[in-house]
């Protein structure tokens, strides 16, 4: 069943829970993430970064994307995760995307505040919801950033609930990615996450849903934290991708003396994997466990 954000994210609010929003840059993970949200009843966000172009063109995945949330048996949102561009953004929403973010979390606030306006102009045309970002996280959605981000708080720029009010306002959006602690990739060190970050946000925003990205690696207690706190979207992608590249590593190592290593195996082997990873985090963002 394919929604927009807008209104998977009022579901969120309306269970107190959070939505997974899941990162598909190929088959086996888009199969893995819907039949795990079908299988717990669950809404999901199926989305596809700028930067995993080079992986496989959004040309190709996206419309396999947008009709496999159409076949779903739950409410599927079908989001684009770090638009850094308003072409690429059009890109998207020509392909039937129900949920665009721009990325302008490096521009200056008011060139950010400017081409946000503009996205949500361009998705107001088809029935699409925006989703934004303001303040920084260090690293870069791939995992790049200056050097020694993720390892301290010294490359972060904690998101502003004052600018968010005047950024939420000025520019309509319906879901904001804050800066309170997260990185995106993995953790080279505990994350200190500061939640009043997320309950200010809230409280001078209107209650805007707000997403955390850098989900991996975040422990379960503080993800019901932030859930309670306010946090209605999680992105989450690198702990589910290097559970399916680990269970096709150790398939590898145990057939390679004893018969032929089939690429279709590799990938079964490895969409299970993830499909139970993903379980887990859909059970602890919709405070299932």
């Not at 973010?101 to 503009?118: A, F, H, I, Q, W």
Request: aromatic share 8%; charged share 20%; with cysteine.
């Amino acid at each position: 069943m394919l929604v927009n954000l807008k209104e998977i994210l009022d579901i969120a609010e309306h269970r107190g829970i959070a939505v997974g929003s899941f990162n598909t840059p190929n088959l086996e993970s888009l199969l893995a993430v819907i039949g795990a949200a079908e299988e717990l009843d669950i809404p999901v966000i199926i989305q596809f970064a700028q930067c995993h172009e080079p992986w496989i063109p959004l040309s190709v995945i996206g419309p396999i994307m947008v009709e496999q949330a159409r076949r779903a048996a739950v409410p599927v949102c079908v989001h684009l995760d770090h638009g850094e561009t308003l072409d690429y953004l059009q890109k998207a929403l020509d392909l039937g995307f129900t949920g665009i973010m721009y990325d302008g979390s490096v521009l200056p606030y008011e060139e950010n505040m400017r081409n946000t306006k503009k996205a949500v102009t361009m998705a107001s045309k088809y029935n699409c919801g925006v989703e934004a970002e303001l303040g920084s996280m260090g690293r870069r959605e791939s995992g790049a950033g200056e050097e020694g981000a993720g390892t301290g708080d010294d490359t972060k720029i904690y998101t502003d609930p004052v600018l968010a009010r005047q950024f939420v306002a000025g520019t309509g959006i319906d879901a904001l990615a804050c800066s309170f602690g997260t990185t995106h990739g993995i953790y080279l060190t505990k994350p200190k996450l500061d939640f009043d970050v997320v309950r200010n946000v809230r409280e001078q925003a209107g209650n805007i849903p707000v997403v955390m990205h850098g989900g991996s690696g975040v422990s379960r207690e503080d993800f019901h934290t932030g859930i309670k706190a306010g946090v209605r979207k999680v992105n989450y992608f690198t702990y589910m991708d290097k559970s399916g590249g680990n269970a096709a590593a150790e398939y590898v190592k145990g057939t390679m003396s004893e018969e032929p290593v089939f690429f279709s195996s590799v990938a079964a082997t490895a969409e299970k994997a993830m499909k139970e990873n993903v379980r887990d985090a859909m059970k602890t963002f919709a405070l299932l466990d």
